[in-house]
């Protein structure tokens, strides 16, 4: 049975600090993995998807990679701002259907 | 234009009583999903569905049913709620693999919160 863990649970950081958040998951028979943030009272934003092919994927300050075979995944987030304040959740698809297997969320904060 | 929305936002009802949440996405993907997020913000997989195949999570009560009267909507009904069904309920769309295989990503609603009194 998969199961993805995201440590750490809760990071606080000043404003400009790159920052890494990590994830990992233990069956390595993965489809893809995919990060999302979620702000309060509000859905999931996809942020990143990485292909099982794939070792990383970058938008903007974002920056994902993903080893399968150790089963990890890593999000860096460069110079943080205080509008990246959310939840970032960490998502593993393991089968053609698509269904997400979630982490339980890294909360992070930064401060101005 | 909204590309995943749910109704209602909040629902507020009591223990026993049969309710529904309606979810359509306007963005033309094949598959839906609902996702139940606990009390502690963890999230799981309730059912997908596209015009092929519904799959369903084992764990889910058979209280939880889908229903897709198109490809743009998968409404969820639940029967006889009871405390335990308070949580927030998403609901999710994604296009089908590519020609690769390659999976798409999976876009969301804001989610519809239901407390049971």
């Known amino acids: 049975k998969q199961e993805v863990t995201q440590i750490p649970a809760a990071l606080s950081v000043p404003e400009g600090e790159n920052l890494v958040l990590n994830c990992s998951f233990t069956?390595?028979?993965?489809?893809?993995l995919q990060w999302f943030r979620q702000d309060p009272g509000k859905g999931l934003t996809s942020l990143l998807l990485?292909?099982?092919?794939?070792r990383e994927q970058t938008s903007g300050r974002l920056n994902a990679s993903l080893d399968k075979s150790s089963g990890r995944s890593t999000l860096y987030i460069a110079a943080s701002q205080p509008g990246d304040s959310a939840t970032y959740l960490c998502?593993?698809?393991?089968?053609?259907?698509?269904?997400?297997?979630f982490g339980k969320g890294t909360k992070l904060s930064v401060k101005p | 234009d909204t590309a995943v929305s749910q109704t209602p936002k909040y629902l507020v009802t009591q223990m026993g009583n049969d309710k529904s949440i309606k979810c359509e996405q306007n963005?033309?993907?094949?598959?839906m999903y609902w996702y139940k997020q606990d009390s502690k913000k963890f999230l799981k997989i309730m059912f997908s569905?596209?015009?092929?195949?519904?799959?369903i999570n084992e764990t889910v009560p058979n209280r939880f049913s889908p229903k897709s009267p198109d490809k743009a909507h998968l409404n969820l009904h639940i029967n006889s709620l009871e405390l335990g069904d308070s949580a927030v309920y998403f609901c999710?769309?994604?296009?089908?693999?590519?020609?690769?295989?390659?999976?798409?990503?999976?876009?969301f609603g804001d989610g519809t919160r239901l407390s049971i009194l």
């Open positions: 999710a769309s994604s296009q089908e693999p590519s020609p690769r295989g390659e999976a798409q990503p999976q876009h």
């Open positions: 069956d390595s028979a993965i489809y893809n």
């Open positions: 990485i292909q099982s092919s794939q």
């Open positions: 998502a593993v698809t393991g089968g053609s259907q698509g269904n997400l297997i």
């Open positions: 963005l033309g993907h094949d598959t």
């Open positions: 569905y596209n015009n092929k195949e519904l799959i």
